[in-house]
């Protein structure tokens, strides 16, 4: 065997034996196409001062790379993304060059407003020759607050226009779905219809769990709408994807939903399936039921990544959360995470290439 090879199937075994309930000899079985695709590239777009998170890439008309993201600013710790967050823009040449900040593109707007006190989850998308800038505010700098908005604009450049209500409101009291909408997840469907997929969960669970670690189980809805403003019908079926049945409160956030081939395709954060460092990756054929997830991407130990011991107030350290891809030509090039760490020790982008 070569030593190429040999360090290959060390590396993979290595990373097997931290999965639990999974046998060895058939740990390809868990493991999808897609996350053996993968090669890190490493960090980008590291602010003094600020963490980086939910990074959004797109490429513009003069083919250099368009990065929408949110930061907040760091004394504020993790938790600032609830009550403080922005969303910005930047650009690079390549996916793999230096990304430059150009400007702030959403910002929270004060009392009054939906979006009030966070601006939160951007995820860009180019529908019907106009770019939406799909995202999540609040208006209390809490959790039961958090709804979907939709700003489009001609121009990455801008202007944004800004939407005075939310895209979609969570469900009566009771409901799955009744504390927020979050995690914004669109594509345009073949049939001409505009499918959002949102993550929710039940305000009961999470205000009477006696766990402080369990606040509520999250699940995935979606909603239909015949028009790209809405409005926007949930489907009757909802959730979509609901992992509470596996026990130990598995769920699952973060998804990034797009088409291959007539397929869906899903990206999410793992959180119970096989542990809370990796990443999941799932298909469908309608978009309503979806396959057993497999493993779409593993954590920094798994890619032999050299990270300094983490401060006691990251505690996300290690895992790569809000997996977005860039699309080149119509195939997906590059896989956009964040990640706590990097040199100011907060957080960052971490870019992924998929190697064919």
């Avoid at 009961?204 to 670690?213: A, F, I, N, R, V």
């Amino acid at each position: 065997m070569k030593r190429r090879e040999f360090v290959e199937q060390l590396g993979l075994s290595s990373a097997m034996m931290l999965l639990p309930g999974l046998v060895l000899g058939s740990s390809d079985d868990h493991i999808s196409a897609f996350a053996k695709k993968l090669k890190p590239v490493g960090r980008t777009l590291e602010m003094e001062g600020y963490y980086v998170w939910c990074n959004s890439p797109i490429e513009g008309p003069d083919g250099r790379i368009h990065l929408f993201f949110s930061r907040w600013i760091a004394s504020k710790k993790m938790g600032g993304w609830i009550n403080g967050s922005e969303i910005c823009h930047a650009i690079a040449d390549t996916p793999e060059s230096e990304f430059k900040f150009q400007s702030i593109v959403l910002s929270p707007r004060g009392p009054g407003y939906w979006d009030a006190t966070t601006c939160h989850n951007p995820s860009i998308k180019k529908v019907d020759g106009k770019y939406c800038l799909f995202f999540m505010g609040n208006s209390n700098g809490k959790t039961n607050t958090k709804r979907i908005g939709l700003a489009t604009a001609d121009s990455l450049e801008g202007p944004w226009q800004r939407p005075d209500q939310p895209l979609l409101l969570p469900g009566p009291q009771g409901a799955w779905d009744d504390h927020c909408t979050t995690n914004p997840a669109f594509i345009k469907h073949p049939n001409g219809q505009y499918w959002l997929f949102y993550k929710s969960w039940n305000t009961k669970e999470y205000e009477t769990s006696t766990d402080p670690l369990v606040k509520g189980n999250r699940k995935y809805g979606l909603a239909i709408a015949d028009e790209l403003e809405g409005p926007y019908i949930k489907y009757s079926g909802n959730p979509v994807i609901d992992f509470s049945g596996r026990g130990n409160n598995t769920q699952l956030e973060d998804a990034f939903v797009w088409l291959d081939k007539g397929r869906f395709k899903m990206l999410a954060r793992d959180m119970g399936v096989f542990n809370h460092q990796y990443g999941l990756y799932m298909e469908s054929k309608n978009g309503k039921h979806w396959r057993e997830p497999e493993i779409g991407y593993f954590n920094a130990d798994y890619y032999h990544i050299n990270q300094p011991p983490p401060p006691k107030y990251l505690n996300k350290y290690g895992r790569f959360e809000r997996p977005q891809l860039l699309f080149q030509n119509g195939k997906p090039t590059y896989l956009f995470t964040t990640s706590q760490g990097g040199r100011y020790m907060t957080a960052s982008p971490f870019i992924f290439k998929i190697q064919s």
